[in-house]
């Protein structure tokens, strides 16, 4: 798994059981995708580049 050293300036996340996540609510991921098309609110996005820490 790739850490980033330069966290994702612009995205807050609090996902904690993350693979990608790291202290101060930063996500280290490369990049992220959040889905699905069509969404109507913020309740059914959601990041499908998590993966559950481990
Ligand atoms: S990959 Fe998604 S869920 Fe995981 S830390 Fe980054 S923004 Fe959060």
Redesign the pocket.
């Known amino acids: 798994m790739n850490h980033n050293q330069n966290p994702i300036n612009r ?1 807050k ?1 609090v ?1 904690n059981t ?4 790291v202290e101060g609510d930063k ?3 490369e990049y ?1 995708e959040v889905q699905p098309q069509n969404a109507l609110n913020s309740q059914e996005t959601d ?1 499908s ?3 559950p820490k481990g």
């Open positions: 995205v996340c996902v993350c693979e990608h996540y996500c280290s991921a992220i990041c580049t998590f993966m």
